[in-house]
């Protein structure tokens, strides 16, 4: 495993915590959020917290 499965999995985790306590962030937020935790990975780290960004993104429109 590596560094970005660490962050994959602290976004997930602040996620789900912020989700139970009624707390959204917006697609802004997000992008923000995951952009700030790129800056320290390996370019393969990156490419794959750019994967799970477009999940995400998927996810939440078809939510809408």
């Known amino acids: 495993r590596g560094l970005g ?3 994959k999995r602290q ?3 602040a996620a789900n915590n912020a989700k ?3 707390m959204t962030f917006s ?3 997000t992008t923000l959020l ?3 935790l790129k800056q320290n990975m390996s370019e393969a780290e990156r490419v794959k917290a750019d994967k799970m960004l477009q ?3 998927m996810l939440q429109k078809r939510k809408k």
């Open 34 to 36: 995951i952009e700030l």
């Open 11 to 13: 976004v997930m985790n």
């Open 5 to 7: 499965d660490v962050y």
């Open 55 to 57: 999940m995400m993104q």
């Open 20 to 22: 139970q306590n009624g």
């Open 27 to 29: 697609n802004t937020e």
